[in-house]
């Protein structure tokens, strides 16, 4: 995983550099020192692809004053705040004022940043006017030019909060529908929980273009050892936020696993893993779930887990309608957190635009014991390979949003899941066998009146299944289906279930993968 700190990540843009709270005087308005801007140049997308393409060899980037950047801890970086009069188009007829991070010990590495207006471009400059060290005295320590880490897009000319943000090695972020940051996606992954060391190509550079409207659009420069890229992203907030990415990379070298559209979550404990919750809260996740909508039209839910050990598992699929990490869960109460807001957390939904031809959707967990660490990543990884002198492109839409978009009419999804021990209550449990109860909701089922010919049809890679059957939960629109599974060994078991009625089926498919030694 990126040695990136997700407690800053998360906390950056919504308390950490907010110039709002410290408004300044009118005699240092007066004196406000407005962005400082490079020469103007010219700019366009075709110039970027070029650009990209044509450079040589990847040069590792080089923090200035890297021995002081270091003492820039979590404590220090909620310190300094950027002044809301230096924001870019702070009084243009663009609707969202652009704010830049500073750099700290957890982003260290300096991108460049350009306004762009028409066809031309003007680098931003950093300077430390721009920004209060409240007393830190790094005004009179750090270089002239250090630069800036990223950048966020504020709410509006008015407001202290915002919605979007690019901050580390090619990550991304919105607050979606409910002003709550959480999941990240990134530019590209590169030998995530692969046999080689993962890599984790960087925006080096970012233009930003002046819009009297919607949408906001970002061109990033991507570079990396094994690969550069060029990446148009159009970003509209309504009902949540939808971004349009177009990637066109420029392979370098082989890659052994290359990660499209690749998604990064935390996922600690749910109600299906009860025995971990060792904090107080009920649940601690930023996702519940993979969700898949694959090429021939079947809807499959994945429960995620923290396993024992780092996992991946692949979805093969020809031409996926989309996929996504989800929060399907946003009840409060099942969370108890007043603080980090679970609850609240978006999901982001990937779909496709055009042909991805054939692959995989790669869902790598990696064991935790904290809140604090990213360990869920998903992503499209095509079937063929690519090497040097490859020049892969992908169009793909993402939605970050509470629920994925493009639900299925009549189909009921996965609400909830559970394990215990087997058998039946008061009885003597039976030796090996445990008991799954799966939650639908929603669809066909939503209507339909309690019955008893609703059948779970359950699969298994081992074991055998014994005593299912499906009831409607009395005083809810729940289905619940339940089943006992008996196996032997330790190794893991995947499952499989959905619910059916006669040759109807009702629901998406539930996939699980238990670990019998948790």
Request: proline letters at 8%; glycine letters at 8%.
């Amino acid at each position: 995983m990126p040695p990136i700190d997700r407690r800053f990540l998360l906390n950056a843009s919504l308390s950490g550099l907010v110039a709002g709270f410290f408004a300044p005087s009118a005699s240092r308005a007066a004196e406000a020192p407005l962005p400082h801007l490079g020469p103007t140049r010219p700019f366009s997308f075709a110039w970027l692809r070029d650009h990209a393409r044509n450079l040589s060899a990847y040069a590792a980037p080089v923090a200035p004053a890297a021995d002081l950047v270091q003492q820039i801890d979590f404590d220090a970086t909620q310190k300094i705040r950027f002044r809301r009069e230096c924001a870019l188009w702070r009084k243009s007829t663009a609707p969202f004022p652009i704010r830049f991070f500073h750099l700290n010990k957890f982003v260290p590495d300096p991108v460049r940043i350009h306004a762009v207006s028409g066809r031309s471009a003007r680098e931003i400059l950093y300077t430390p006017r721009c920004f209060d060290y409240d007393g830190t005295r790094l005004a009179q320590k750090l270089p002239p030019d250090l630069g800036f880490s990223g950048f966020r897009v504020m709410d509006g000319q008015a407001n202290e909060t915002d919605w979007l943000a690019f901050q580390g090695a090619s990550y991304f972020r919105t607050a979606g529908a409910d002003n709550q940051y959480g999941a990240s996606a990134r530019g590209v992954a590169v030998n995530t929980a692969a046999s080689t060391a993962e890599e984790f190509p960087r925006f080096s550079e970012f233009w930003i273009a002046e819009s009297p409207g919607a949408p906001v659009t970002v061109y990033a420069l991507l570079e990396g050892p094994s690969m550069t890229g060029a990446y148009k992203f159009a970003a509209v907030r309504t009902g949540g936020v939808v971004i349009d990415v177009h990637a066109e990379l420029f392979l370098r070298a082989e890659v052994t696993r290359l990660g499209i559209a690749p998604l990064t979550s935390m996922y600690w404990y749910g109600e299906n893993e009860r025995p971990r919750a060792v904090d107080w809260r009920p649940e601690i996740h930023d996702s519940d779930g993979l969700a898949i909508w694959t090429g021939k039209g079947e809807r499959i839910w994945r429960p995620l887990i923290e396993p024992p050990v780092i996992q991946t598992n692949s979805f093969v699929d020809e031409n996926p309608k989309g996929f996504g990490l989800m929060q399907r869960d946003r009840d409060f109460d099942h969370y108890q957190d007043d603080g980090a807001f679970y609850n609240r957390r978006p999901g982001i939904w990937v779909e496709p635009r055009g042909n991805w031809g054939g692959g995989a959707v790669q869902l790598v967990e990696i064991p935790t014991d904290d809140e604090v660490h990213d360990n869920i990543v998903a992503y499209w990884k095509p079937s063929a390979p690519v090497g040097a002198g490859d020049t892969p492109v992908f169009d793909y839409r993402l939605y970050w949003q509470d629920q994925e978009p493009h639900s299925p009419q009549g189909i009921a999804q996965v609400v909830a899941t559970r394990i215990g021990r087997g058998g039946i209550p008061g009885a003597p449990p039976p030796k090996g066998q445990w008991k799954f109860v799966v939650d639908f909701a929603g669809g066909a089922l939503a209507g339909m009146a309690a019955r008893y010919d609703v059948s779970p049809i359950v699969t298994l890679s081992r074991g055998k299944v014994e005593n299912h059957y499906v009831i409607k939960v009395v005083g809810t629109s729940i289905w619940r289906a339940l089943f006992d599974v008996s196996f032997t060994g330790l190794e893991p078991l995947d499952l499989r279930c959905y619910l059916r009625l006669g040759d109807k089926t009702l629901t998406e498919t539930w996939l699980y993968q238990f670990f019998p030694s948790t």
